[in-house]
T-cell receptor, first 113, second 114 residues
Framework: DADVTQTPRNRITKTGKRIMLECSQT?????MYWYRQDPGLGLRLIYY???????NKGEISDGYSVSRQAQAKFSLSLESAIPNQTALYFC????????????FGDGTRLSIL | KQEVTQIPAALSVPEGENLVLNCSFT??????LQWFRQDPGKGLTSLLL?????REQTSGRLNASLDKSSGRSTLYIAASQPGDSATYLC?????????????FGTGTRLQVFP
């Protein structure tokens, strides 16, 4: 089983719908992250969480919200999806420390019509 | 603002060649630089992490170097194989911001043909 699991893997939905992307991890890491990847723009950080009670905005948090339900679970919500939120979304985890690598899930491909 | 650039955007080489992928960053105040591999339909796999105090890291046929003062890193792949075909991303963790984020380049798409 994968250490960082994202569900669903693919989702197509309509403008205005509420969507939740889920991430769970078995690595026991305190830190979790949500990124989006767009062609030509690389990965950009949406939100990150240092532990269950510590959630922080990244560089592109507008239009998104998150919930850290447990150490192992971090979900990303789009309250009212819009077409420019069509992207590949990644969850990642790491241990505390400036020099700890981040470990990524396989991504969720989200299309908003 | 830290910016990360990867050149070339795409590269196609015959099997067996040694090759170099380049990554440059505009602000040398970094904690570390990480190289990732991304396969189609898959997430990112961490290949190597070089701390700011280090000059290079090696793993098998991969060698990554870091020249912080010039804002450059290279990923050297020896004796390339078709299985090395993927997109390679570099990312820096910036030391000047009190946030825990990686700043990514847009990647080099590598194809190794038999």
């Amino acid at each position: 089983d994968a250490d960082v699991t994202q569900t669903p893997r693919n989702r197509i939905t309509k403008t205005g719908k509420r969507i939740m992307l889920e991430c769970s991890q078995t690595k026991g890491h305190d830190r979790m992250y949500w990124y989006r990847q767009d062609p030509g723009l690389g990965l950009r950080l949406i939100y990150y969480s240092f532990d269950v009670k510590d959630i922080n905005k990244g560089e592109i948090s507008d239009g998104y919200s998150v919930s850290r339900q447990a150490q192992a679970k971090f979900s990303l919500s789009l309250e009212s999806a819009i077409p420019n939120q069509t992207a590949l979304y990644f969850c990642a985890t790491s241990e505390p420390g400036a020099n700890q690598p981040q470990h990524f899930g396989d991504g969720t491909r989200l299309s908003i019509l | 603002k830290q910016e990360v650039t990867q050149i070339p955007a795409a590269l196609s080489v015959p099997e067996g060649e040694n090759l170099v992928l380049n990554c440059s960053f505009t602000d040398s105040a970094i904690y570390n630089l990480q190289w990732f591999r991304q396969d189609p339909g898959k997430g990112l796999t961490s290949l190597l992490l070089i701390q700011s105090s280090q000059r290079e890291q090696t793993s098998g046929r991969l060698n990554a170097s870091l020249d912080k003062s010039s804002g450059r890193s290279t990923l050297y792949i020896a004796a390339s194989q078709p299985g090395d075909s993927a997109t390679y991303l570099c990312a820096v963790r910036h030391a000047a911001y009190n946030t825990d984020k990686l700043i990514f380049g847009t990647g080099t798409r590598l194809q190794v043909f038999p």
